[in-house]
Structure formats: structure tokens, C-alpha cells
T-cell receptor, first 113, second 118 residues
């Protein structure tokens, strides 16, 4: 079974530029999460999807972050414009609807200069 | 107040010895679950073990066991017979909410960096 795929693995941008991350969850996983992990901290949930609907985006900085999962499969997370404090690893995770276990992708390491 | 507290920023253990990583949690929800994840330097979060609040017995998965003390609100991870490959960051996380696994989010602690010495 293929795992959660994310791309790119690394990205360096200047502040005020925009960036997009892509996530392909495990086949059949209805629930998808985006987390932000700042160096030295645990992951923090940004947004949760169930199929193509948003379940929780209470911690998503909506003035600059957006995310979509149009067909209930792949998802993209966008930052526009980026700030220095957005430097972090962005993790995507997915799970089956009735399961507790989340499966994580390898993450995208973003550096904003 | 922090929901998940991991008080050990770093831990060292000799190869083949056992080690306990501490985790305390704070919730008023009677239905919750505790997870442990391992994060090697490659960055991927690897699920290790899960304990539900209503589970009667402590969870075990191979060399991993969870020492769940509900009254103390602690969920410590015990790794037996440590291996060099166990060197990594370890995160404790909690889910809150009722019902099945559909709608919940995880709150993570700050992690413990475990180093296994040969």
C-alpha cells in the first residue's frame, strides 16, 4: 500500500512570495489533515478535511493560508504572501473514516528568507 | 494550559536497556485517546502505539508499551531493549471527542529527543 505522498520535499522562497504544497493521501482515506511543525515543536493542526469538506480550520491563518481538496482526494495548501515565521515543515496526514490512526507523509520543509 | 506535557527535552539510554518517556495530559472529556509517534531525522511521523481512555489494559506493540495511569493523567511510553535505530524525536499526542474515529484532531506535545548510545 502506497503511503501519503507530498511534494515538493523542500522549498526556499523569499518573504512576500507565494508557495503551494501538494498532498496525495492513502487511497480510500476520507480524512486529510495539514499540520505545521515549527522547529523544536510538535505539529500543529492547520486544517482538516473529510472528503472535500472542511471539518476544522480554526487554526488556519486565513489571511494568508488557503487549502482545498476539490475532488475529495488530493489536497493543496497555499501560502500567499509568505512571512519569515512561516518557515516550518508542513505535514500532511490521512486516515480512514472510522479509524483513529493517522498516517503521515514525509513533509515539505519550507524556508522563507 | 498545555494539553500535552512532555517534560524531558532529551533522554539518553544505552543500547539494549529499557527507557521510559514521560507524557502527562489535561482534558475534561471522558472520551479521549493517547498516541505516541516517532519522528526520525528524515521527518516522517511514524505511529507507534495508541491507548483509548476506556481501554482496560495498557497497550503494547512489540517493544513499545504504554503505561497508562488515568488518575494521574499520564501516558508514558516504555521502550524495551533499545536499539540504535530508536534514536529519534518522540511525540505524545491526544485526541478528544466522542464517538467513532471520524471527527477528531490531535494535539501534540513538544517532544522528547531520545539518543541511544552503543
Amino acid at each position: 500500500e502506497a503511503g501519503v505522498a507530498q511534494s515538493p520535499r523542500y522549498k526556499i522562497i523569499e518573504k512576500r512570495q507565494s508557495v503551494a504544497f501538494w498532498c496525495n493521501p492513502i487511497s480510500g482515506h476520507a480524512t486529510l489533515y495539514w499540520y505545521q511543525q515549527i522547529l523544536g515543536q510538535g505539529p500543529k493542526l492547520l486544517i482538516q478535511f473529510q472528503n472535500n469538506g472542511v471539518v476544522d480550520d480554526s487554526q488556519l491563518p486565513k489571511d494568508r493560508f488557503s487549502a482545498e481538496r476539490l475532488k475529495g482526494v488530493d489536497s493543496t495548501l497555499k501560502i500567499q504572501p509568505a512571512k519569515l515565521e512561516d518557515s516550518a515543515v508542513y505535514l500532511c496526514a490521512s486516515k480512514q473514516l472510522t479509524s483513529y490512526e493517522q498516517y503521515f507523509g514525509p513533509g515539505t520543509r519550507l524556508t522563507v528568507t | 494550559a498545555q494539553k500535552i506535557t512532555q517534560t524531558q527535552p532529551g533522554m539518553f539510554v544505552q543500547e539494549k536497556e529499557a527507557v521510559t518517556l514521560d507524557c502527562t495530559y489535561d482534558t475534561s472529556d471522558p472520551s479521549y485517546g493517547l498516541f505516541w509517534y516517532k519522528q526520525p531525522s528524515s521527518g516522517e511521523m511514524i505511529f507507534l502505539i495508541y491507548q483509548g481512555s476506556y481501554d482496560q489494559q495498557n497497550a503494547t506493540e512489540g517493544r513499545y508499551s504504554l503505561n497508562f495511569q488515568k488518575a494521574r493523567k499520564s501516558a508514558n511510553l516504555v521502550i524495551s531493549a533499545s536499539q540504535l535505530g530508536d534514536s529519534a524525536m518522540y511525540f505524545c499526542a491526544m485526541r478528544e471527542g466522542r464517538g467513532g474515529g471520524s471527527n477528531y484532531k490531535l494535539t501534540f506535545g513538544k517532544g522528547t529527543l531520545l539518543t541511544v548510545n552503543p
